[in-house]
């Protein structure tokens, strides 16, 4: 089925209103799910609805919460998102630190206690687009089970853990947003293969017993199975290092097995030791940097496989924004229950 993207934000819209979404946050966040759709990104597109609508419901999402400052030190901002849309929460802190950069020229910012922030590569091009180079880690906790196996394992221990570089662009040149998830496929491409009865070309993912797996089945369907690290014991080493980069320098913890019971938690206002949350974020921000023309053409030659040039293909080939939606996908999205089995941020 093939849906306008205009007409697909505003019904996506309407349900985050009947959320209890205010219309500032509800376009904020339909837009983010649209945007990802349109860049060719479905696995943290418009198919995150249903997620949203249970987290809603089991109040571990809650709606209109903006960013908390929780620490401000200088070139460090620490940000709560109080359990609120990560999309939202994550847009304020980033732009709370661009305005802080150009007084400091470089600042840490941490977000911790949000909701799944969507694609991350989004506050990359945030920092880009104000002139400024970016550094994001995140990781993922407390509501969600783990399911990203450390190099050499069998259980679920992290979540996909992605990473975020930015570097704005020039004259001749687009911005430079590199951003991925640490395990070899996001959880959201699983859920979109797993809807379209497709498999993945190489192994990506382990069933329950520890055996690689080219089938998303193994995700959805008991006994479950996970994904695997990318890179073997280097990507491995990246998956823990994110979080701990994230976890610890926001204050919001790790993903281990008893950190947090689910619900939302009221934070100390130190900044410092809050209790775990959905989605934590740490990010460099550094200005004063011009980028020249000859650093961009040592990507120039990787054509479409540019860091970040996917999506802007994919959003330029759309003339009038056209998305496809999967037929499969709607007997989750009409209605708007938690789909399917296993509820987990992409």
């Known amino acids: 089925m093939k849906l306008a993207a205009k007409q697909l934000e505003h019904v996506s819209r309407l349900v985050l209103k009947a959320l209890g979404c205010k219309e500032k946050e509800a376009v904020i966040v339909s837009r983010h799910l649209v945007e990802a759709n349109l860049r060719g990104h479905p696995s943290h597109g418009i198919g995150m609805l249903p997620f949203y609508v249970a987290s809603v419901r089991n109040k571990t999402l809650r709606p209109n919460q903006a960013a908390r400052l929780v620490r401000d030190a200088g070139a460090i901002l620490q940000f709560s998102g109080e359990r609120g849309f990560g999309q939202r929460v994550a847009r ?84 430079f947003i590199l951003d991925f998830a640490t395990s070899r496929v996001s959880y959201g491409k699983t859920r979109v293969a797993y809807l379209a009865g497709q498999r993945f070309e190489e192994p990506v993912l382990q069933n329950h017993a520890g055996h690689p797996s080219h089938d998303p089945r193994v995700m959805w369907e008991e006994p479950q199975g996970t994904l695997r690290p990318m890179a073997h014991h280097k990507g491995g080493g ?11 320098l926001s204050g919001g913890g790790t993903s281990q097995p008893g950190a947090a ?86």
């Open 238 to 248: 990246l998956l823990a290092a994110t979080e701990f980069l994230a976890g610890l």
């Open 92 to 175: 304020e802190a980033v732009d709370a630190a661009i305005w802080r950069v150009r007084e400091t020229g470089v600042a840490l910012l941490t977000v911790r206690n949000a909701h799944h922030m969507g694609r991350i590569g989004c506050y990359g091009e945030q920092l880009a687009n104000a002139g400024l180079v970016g550094l994001f880690f995140v990781n993922v906790t407390d509501v969600h089970t783990p399911m990203v196996s450390p190099f050499g394992g069998t259980a679920g221990r992290f979540g996909g853990n992605p990473i975020c570089i930015a570097f704005p662009g020039t004259d001749k040149h687009p911005a």
């Open 261 to 346: 019971a689910p619900g939302w938690h009221p934070e100390p206002d130190d900044g410092v030791r809050g209790r775990p949350g959905a989605n934590r974020l740490a990010a460099v921000a550094a200005g004063r940097v011009r980028c020249h023309d000859r650093v961009h053409q040592v990507v120039a030659g990787a054509g479409r496989w540019r860091p970040g040039a996917d999506g802007r293909g994919s959003r330029r080939r759309a003339d009038v924004p056209i998305i496809w939606l999967m037929a499969s996908s709607f007997p989750t999205m009409n209605g708007m229950s938690s789909a399917p089995p296993r509820s987990r941020p992409g």
